[in-house]
């Protein structure tokens, strides 16, 4: 209130000297001429004029009441004008789902370029990698030897890899599994936000179905099922996945081309081949089911346990005694699946849920690719028991390092989902961290001070692990390690690019802090 007195007192000032002028020149000044009185009038009003503004112009004075007031009004006038064109664009965007395919897509990021390849490389993965599963399991049969000094001998007659009883057998477990998925129990768990901030619901019942799987096998084993029939007719199940996963892979793309781009995953480009093999549709959903979340965990790596089961049973059926080398990387691949099912949820927050499109490499992965060669090494042990491990000091050794394997995996996944959905949990609260521009905060302390991919480094030595029960004769039993290290490299070098787009100069700094990518003092 005082501000506004200011103005008045000081026109009231002008007011009385104006008064004394005029008297004085009553009396002793000569007459005033009539532009003099003119001038005198306007330069009256301007005052006045800039008293009035002043009055007006006051009221901002930062240091008022009503300026902070009239502040504060125009910051909630702003957001709610940026509420409102965010809720315009997201049902534009919504509204964008017609019955034609979207306009084809530019390469508009780093991790576009990255990739496979591109179309080209994707269109030649396509191809040479159902071929090198073929190339493995042959050359890894007890004909061939599983030795990569000589090219192994194809059969030439279709018979060894079509049948007709095995593709209805694969396609019984699939459906199997979809329909286990479709139980309504289980917790319901949110995923991590997506474009635009949605958020997809998941039905984690897979622990649930693995005991199911686990209780069919067992049914089947009590009925005197021949639990050789999957060894004998391992190569016509090979083909069966690779057909469906080409299958599932063609229909994806199809769905895909009608859906709104806000569905689509970062490394769509609207390129054929690209997007048939990297993906094109982020989150492909039937009803509730969404296909990649289901494929994901179930199908193949239930599969995965349960062909080591066959095999097992099918050597104490044969000779009344399972080897210690099968029994044991049976163990470690059976104790890696119950711990996937057990921790489903926790695999909503891996690059393949949140970045990656659901397409070939994914399908062929989870159908196919996991089956056929995470078993390579029980096949292996299965078909030359003599030339596995068989030391009790050497499968000592072997146990120690899958331990190891594991801890550092478990450990670094349930820190990063702890850190994650909850960043002030107590297990997590005092670790340090480095905030970024995109509002979320990097860690930098505990197993993710050790190298950038933890879980990467104990993934590798469990499956360093697995093949050491084999033996140190040949090289083609540790074909998964090799790949395995060669693709998370790679995945390594796609998700650095990724979050240097995402997180810039935050990034850097989390570099320079931890140094080393997967393999501490090496890589």
Known sequence: MANRGRPRSRSRGRSVSKSRSANKTKTSSPPVK????????????????????????????????????????????????????????????????????????????????????????????????????????IACDKRNGCVITRLPSFSVDLKDYFDMKVFGVVLSWYLLQVLLALLPVGPQVMGQPLKGGKRLLYRCNGFLALLISILIFAVALHQGAPMDYIHKHWLQFVTASIVYSFVLAVGLYIHALYVPDSELAPEATGSLFNDFFMGRELNPRVGSLDLKFMCELRPGLIGWMLVDWSLCASQYQQSGAVTPALALVTLFQTIYVFDALKHESSILTTMDIITEGFGFMLAFGDLAWVPALYTL???????????????????????????????????????????????????????????????????????????????????????????????????????????????????????????????????????????????????
């Open 377 to 523: 090494q029980a096949h292996f042990i299965y078909n030359f028991p003599e030339l596995a491990v068989s030391n009790v000091y050497g499968l000592v050794a072997i146990g120690i390092v899958k331990a190891a394997g594991y801890i550092i995996f478990r450990g670094a996944n349930s820190q990063k989902d702890v850190f994650r959905n909850n960043p002030n949990d107590s297990s997590v609260a005092h670790l340090a961290t480095i905030p970024t521009s995109a509002g979320k905060k990097l860690l930098c302390a505990g197993y993710w001070g050790i190298c950038r991919r933890p879980n990467y480094l104990g993934d590798i030595l469990m499956a360093t692990a697995w093949s050491l029960t084999c033996g140190t004769t040949h090289l083609l039993p540790y074909f998964y390690p090799i790949y395995f290290f060669i693709l998370l490299v790679h995945r390594q070098i796609r998700d650095e690019a990724y979050c240097k787009q995402k997180y810039g100069a935050a990034w850097d700094s989390y570099c320079k802090k931890v140094p080393y990518r997967i393999i501490p003092y090496v890589f």
């Open 34 to 137: 009539p532009e003099t009185i003119r001038k005198s009038r306007s330069l009256s009003a301007s005052r006045k004029k800039v008293s009035t503004d002043s009055a007006f112009k006051s009221h901002d004075d930062p240091d008022t009441p009503i300026r902070a007031s009239l502040r504060l009004q125009e910051k909630i006038r702003k957001q709610l004008e940026e509420e409102v064109t965010m809720v315009r664009n997201r049902l534009k965007t919504n509204g964008n789902s017609s019955t034609t395919p979207p306009a084809k897509q530019e390469v508009t990021s780093q991790h576009d370029v990255i990739g496979f390849g591109g179309a080209v490389g994707g269109a030649a993965l396509s191809v040479l990698l159902p071929a090198l599963v073929y190339a493995i399991v």
